[in-house]
């Protein structure tokens, strides 16, 4: 048993999906646990349990009247959460609850000891709002992990950092003007891609001005574009000495997605994963918490996710 990795593998962390044929479908995560097993990956790590959020936790970051309207649209399962991108189906609060419960474990097993790292691969949504969901995100488990880490165990430094195709827009603007959240994201430019935000001018506001780093990359950006971008995320994120790192290393960024134009490979996100390791354990600290985001590509979701737990082993 390695105690530098804790992975949260369930069957109920897979029911969170839009039903079979949606490209968020309920197979992600099976996609990822049989590669993550044909690698022998999890004899290595320690495997953890998801668990259901608490009403009071998932207020934390959303608004009662957005969290009741989820309860709601869970007992009819009609309707969408949103303008049309996230349907709402029978069970979606519970399932949603159990991301942010297994992101909140996992965040949970690194601050009391029982791991350095670890992975949630149905986890990082970043598009749900404080009070709306979009973009296949419900509840929004980084928000909801940022704030209860801050309240609960007294850091007041959190870089978030995001390789996903799509902008870490919710992220991004719930902690514009919060100096404690270290953001880093590069993504496809928003002239291209959902949710068309994420410009380089876009730096944080107020007290939190110089926080924020937006990378937008051109379609079609592979290996080599990003390598010459990164630098800056650990040069930024080395600025500000977090004492805790997210990364949400969706994997819709590799060639082949079948809904963005960036064609990073798996070695991408293994990098990522490695040198933030080494950032974090510079720092003196090693706590990394990463979420796997989005990626409708089944076989890229299982490469990138396997190389960055992989790498996330050391
Ligand atoms: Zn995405």
Avoid at 157 to 185: L, T, W
Avoid at 211 to 235: E, H, M, R, S, Y
Wanted: aromatic residues 10%; negative net charge.
């Amino acid at each position: 048993m390695n105690n530098n990795l804790a992975v949260v593998v369930s069957e109920r962390l897979a029911r969170y999906g839009f039903g079979n044929g949606h490209p968020f479908g309920p197979d992600r995560h099976s996609a990822f646990v049989r590669e993550f097993e044909a690698r022998g990956l999890d004899r290595r790590v320690r495997v953890l349990e998801p668990r259901d959020a608490s009403y009071e936790e998932l207020l934390a970051f959303h608004t009662p009247s957005y969290v009741d309207f989820v309860r709601e649209r869970s007992v009819s399962g009609q309707g969408f959460l949103d303008a049309g991108d996230t349907p709402a189906f029978r069970g979606v609060y519970e399932a949603a609850a159990v991301v942010v419960g297994a992101t909140l474990n996992a965040a949970a097993a690194i601050m009391s000891g029982q791991c350095r790292r670890a992975f949630v691969p149905i986890a990082g949504l970043h598009h749900a709002a404080r009070d709306h969901a979009a973009g296949f995100c419900v509840f929004n488990d980084c928000g909801v992990a940022i704030e209860l880490l801050r309240r609960n165990t007294g850091l007041e430094r959190i870089a978030y950092v995001d390789i996903d195709a799509h902008h870490g827009d919710c992220v991004f603007y719930a902690f514009e003007d919060d100096p404690g959240v270290i953001f880093a994201d590069t993504h496809e430019d928003g002239r291209y891609l959902y949710p068309g935000t994420g410009a380089a001018e876009e730096t944080g506001r107020g007290a939190a001005a110089g926080t924020k780093l937006n990378l937008p990359l051109l379609p079609g950006a592979d290996d080599a574009a990003f390598a010459q971008v990164w630098p800056q995320v650990i040069a930024h994120l080395e600025r500000f000495d977090p004492q805790f790192i997210i990364l949400q290393c969706g994997a819709d960024s590799l060639e082949g997605d079948p809904i963005t134009h960036l064609r990073f490979s798996p070695k991408t996100h293994g990098r990522a994963a490695r040198e933030l390791v080494e950032l974090a354990d510079r720092l003196g600290h090693g706590r990394i918490l990463a979420l796997g985001g989005g990626g409708y590509n089944r076989g890229n979701l299982a490469q990138a996710w396997t190389a960055v737990v992989e790498n996330l082993l050391g």
